[in-house]
């Protein structure tokens, strides 16, 4: 049973360029989260999807935006990087939205996104 | 809003020696509390979990936390550290709906 997949692994870009992410969840979930891990840092959430749509932002500007696919995959795109957007990006998946003992988050191993 | 702070960003300690990790929260709702841990170069493994059920939780590898809601901590504890055990560990709190606030992580060294 394959976990949580992630991809590309690592990424470098230059400011001002646009790049996107890929999630695979976890074998029968369907929600999607995501989350940026500067380096030194915790974990920051930036959004979840579920049923293809965003369910729940936190706070990060427009330029990080998402989508979720029929088949439960999802995109983050970051648009006009900067050099503060470096960080590892994480995805975790659950199953459902509802406030249950039951839905964990299982992450993946991250992508690690460099701007120069 | 709901917050939680890991108190002691670096915890060293000998092989075989207690592991004491800190973790405090604050939520205006009865929290879900998590224990995550984190390997270089690796993404976030589930230690252990608290959702309202018993106070005392034990998780994988030995670990173990307890919630206590009078001094609104979970903190986490293992009887005796392997050198397996360094890595970087995270607190969380969670609820509704799944969002997970994180705390700022502390970095465990085991001295051989």
């Known amino acids: 049973d394959a976990g949580v997949t992630q991809s590309p692994t690592h990424l470098i870009k230059t400011r001002g360029q646009q790049v996107t992410l890929r999630c695979s969840p976890k074998?029968?979930?369907?929600?999607v989260s995501w989350y940026q891990q500067a380096l030194g840092q915790g974990p920051q959430f930036i959004f979840q999807?579920?049923?293809?749509?965003?369910?729940q932002r936190g706070n990060f500007p427009d330029r990080f935006s998402g989508h979720q696919f029929p088949n439960y995959s999802s995109e983050l795109n970051v648009n006009a990087l900067l050099l503060g957007d470096s960080a590892l990006y994480l995805c975790?998946?659950?199953?459902?939205?509802?406030?249950?003992?039951?839905?964990?988050?299982?992450f993946g191993a991250g992508t690690r996104l460099s701007v120069l | 809003a709901q917050s939680v702070t890991q108190l002691g960003s670096h915890v060293s300690v000998s092989e075989g020696a207690l592991v004491l990790l800190r973790c405090n929260y604050s939520s205006s709702v009865p929290p879900y509390l998590f224990w995550y841990v984190q390997y270089p170069n690796q993404g976030l493994q589930l230690l252990l979990k608290y959702t309202s059920a018993a106070t005392l939780v034990k998780g994988i590898n030995g670990f173990e936390a307890e919630f206590k809601k009078s001094e609104t901590s979970f903190h986490l504890t293992k009887p005796s550290a392997h050198m397996s055990d360094a890595a970087e560990y995270f607190c969380a709190v969670a609820r509704p709906a799944q969002k997970l606030v994180f705390g700022q992580g502390t970095r465990l060294t085991i001295n051989p």
């Open positions: 074998s029968g979930h369907d929600t």
């Open positions: 975790a998946s659950s199953y459902g939205t509802g406030d249950s003992a039951k839905n964990i988050q299982y």
């Open positions: 999807y579920y049923e293809e749509e965003e369910r």
